[in-house]
Each structure stands twice: as structure tokens, then as C-alpha cells.
């Protein structure tokens, strides 16, 4: 698809290599139609690998899409150049008058901590609220998801023992909803996270709804009645190689990681990862651009209005 994104941002050339479509400003200009306005705050400290795994999902339907991609403080970040941040990365104030169709907020690596003693905490809540008037559909990712429902319905997480890490069989529940259209009945993605939420909480809230679920990773997809905020527990956006770059990382920080299940062929780490989700991935993120964002959204944006 059309995704519209700087000329000199370290993805397009990864994805010109993988043969997706994507074109810079000049010639989006030339096309007479009106492109969808996605945000993603990306909280991730590997940016520029986060950019191009969603750049890559963003990249499966004819609609064009303009990105802009979003921070919420000057913190340096110890894994993404300062020159990139300076030449990719707006300032939340710098957008907070803008109305969205679309808006991507991922995971950060601050899984163990209270989210209160978060030092953006209330950056993050801040866009939260706004994100309730001025987004068709925000899809939040891992920790913000789970962040969301805190936040939202003072729903708290738990924390695991041991981190959920390997790739997991997901079912179906709602077969009919629009964003599992085309989807099969049982499908797999990836997860590492420490976090979860007992589907029973989900369910005492009255607007969501479980989509999909897994015997061991729990909810997987839920999303609220009008659907316009919908919460991810997995990571159908990584790579082949990330859950094992995790893996090899963890290791080498002597840190007590298990090999992540369902992951490596016969679970040797000596062969290749087996990519299982690639597909699922692909169709998820192109179902809520279609159908949650670009089906639902005014022509005009400006029309968008919504209150908390």
C-alpha cells in the first residue's frame, strides 16, 4: 500500500528491500485523495527497529496512510540515535491539535514497575484522554494495553513469575467481528510480557468484549463496544529474529530466561526461528485500518468530535 513516510527514514529502505510499497511525500502529493492520519507513539527503546515492523503492517491495504511518529518527552534514548528523534519524532504538543483516524501506541520497557512511579505516567494519561477525542481508533500494544485498561476502568494487572515468551496458539471467539474477518479459527502469535490480566476482569467491564483468547497467554484481543480503543496482548508485529534477540540478550545479561516455547525448530536455538504468524499479523493490522478506522472515520476530519 501507499504508506507515506519520510525519504530518508531508515525503514524505507528495509521495506523497498522486502518489496513493499511505500512512497515518500512527492509523489503522495500527486495523488488526489484524502490519506488516512495514523500516530504511533512509539515507547519502544529500539525505535527504528519498531518503526519498520509497523511500517510493514501498515502496508497491506490500497488506502494511503501519513505517519507521524510521536515522543512525549526529550529523555536521550540509549539505543536510537538523537539525530533520528530530532529529524522523525514530533513532540506531543507539536500534534495535540491534529485529529487522528488512526493511533498506534506501543509497549515500553517498563513492565515490573507500578505504573504511577513511571516518569511519563501522566504524559501517557494525558494522551490517553486526548486520544478519546480527537482518534477514530487507538490501538494500544502490550504494556499499553494493559496500561489502557488501568488507566480506563482501574483495571490493575498481576504479574507473572516467570515472563510469558515463545509463540502461543490464539482462538477465535468472535468469528464475525469485522477485525477477524478472514482470520482462521485457531492462529499463532508471539508474546513477552510479564503482565496479564484474568479474562474475568475483561469481562466485568460491560464495554469490552474478548475477540480472542489463548489457553496460555489469556486475552489476546479485546476491544471496547464502539471500537475505537483496542487492546493487543501479543506482538504479531515482530520479526523472525526478535523473540530470539530477546532471548540472546537476556542471556547475555546472566539473566534466568527459558527458551521461548514453540519458538526454534525442535527447540534447538542452534536453527532457525520458525516465523508462524506473519500472515495473522498482516491481516489484523489491515482489518482495523479498513474496518475500525477507515470505514467509521469522516471524510473531514475535523468533524471527528468525541467526548470522555
Given amino acids: 500500500m501507499p504508506i507515506k513516510i519520510p525519504s530518508d527514514l531508515p525503514a524505507l529502505s528495509v521495506l523497498n528491500e522486502e518489496n513493499i510499497f511505500v512512497m515518500d511525500s512527492a509523489r503522495a502529493t500527486s495523488q488526489d485523495i484524502r490519506p488516512l492520519e495514523v500516530g504511533i507513539l512509539n515507547l519502544m527503546p529500539n525505535k527504528i527497529q519498531t518503526e519498520i515492523q509497523l511500517c510493514r503492517l501498515l502496508s497491506n491495504t490500497p488506502l494511503q496512510i501519513n505517519l507521524d511518529f510521536i515522543r512525549i518527552d526529550k ?21 495535540a491539535h491534529k485529529k ?39 490501538l494500544y500494544l502490550c504494556w499499553a494495553a494493559h496500561a489502557a485498561m488501568y488507566h480506563y476502568y482501574g483495571i490493575t494487572r ?32 508471539p508474546h513477552s510480557r510479564y503482565g496479564f490480566i484474568p479474562e474475568a476482569k475483561y469481562q466485568s467491564v460491560d464495554e469490552l468484549q474478548i475477540l480472542v483468547n489463548s489457553t496460555e497467554a489469556g486475552a489476546y484481543l479485546v476491544a471496547s463496544e464502539d471500537r475505537r480503543s483496542v487492546f493487543l ?76
Avoid: C
Fill in 75 to 95: 529523555h536521550v534514548s540509549k539505543h536510537t540515535p538523537q539525530e533520528h528523534m530530532e529529524l522523525f519524532y514530533l513532540d506531543f504538543e507539536d500534534i
Fill in 233 to 308: 496482548t501479543g506482538h504479531p508485529e515482530y520479526d523472525a529474529n526478535t523473540l530470539n534477540d530477546e532471548y540472546q540478550r537476556d542471556l547475555k545479561a546472566g539473566l534466568e530466561t527459558e527458551l521461548p516455547v514453540n519458538y526454534f525448530e525442535n527447540d534447538d536455538p542452534q536453527l532457525a526461528p520458525r516465523m508462524t504468524w506473519a500472515a495473522h499479523g498482516n491481516l489484523l493490522y489491515t482489518n482495523w485500518l479498513n474496518y475500525y478506522v477507515y470505514q467509521q472515520t469522516p471524510y473531514d476530519l475535523q468533524q471527528l468530535s468525541y467526548s470522555i
Fill in 100 to 138: 487522528y483516524d488512526g493511533l498506534i501506541i506501543t509497549g515500553a520497557p517498563v513492565a515490573l514497575m507500578p505504573y504511577e512511579e513511571i516518569s511519563y505516567w501522566s504524559e501517557i494519561t494525558a494522551i490517553m484522554d486526548w486520544a478519546k477525542r480527537h482518534v477514530q481508533s487507538t
Fill in 158 to 189: 498481576s504479574i507473572r513469575e516467570k515472563k510469558l515468551f515463545g509463540v502461543y496458539d490464539h482462538k477465535v471467539l468472535q468469528p464475525k467481528d469485522e477485525l477477524l474477518r478472514g482470520f482462521d479459527g485457531v492462529f499463532k502469535s
